[in-house]
């Protein structure tokens, strides 16, 4: 079997390739069944990104992030 890779270009910049992920990431969200469970984990994810920034602003939006999660969680719950 050949195997042959081809390179596909992209004219895209990082931040334009970064603006379609966000949006993808809407459209996703926004087509969603209901799942909480979902946003839970994105909130998740998003939280442990910024937690790696140094940058005090973004510190205090872990907090945001982690009391969004924490009233996510209690949705689930009930």
Known sequence: MDTD?????NN??????????INALYRDLNNGD???EYVNQV????HDYLLQFEDEDIIMSTFKIKEAIFYVSHFMES
């Open 12 to 21: 895209f910049t990082h931040e334009q390739r970064m603006m379609h992920r």
């Open 34 to 36: 209901g799942d909480v």
């Open 5 to 9: 890779l081809k390179l596909l270009t």
């Open 43 to 46: 909130l998740s994810a998003l």
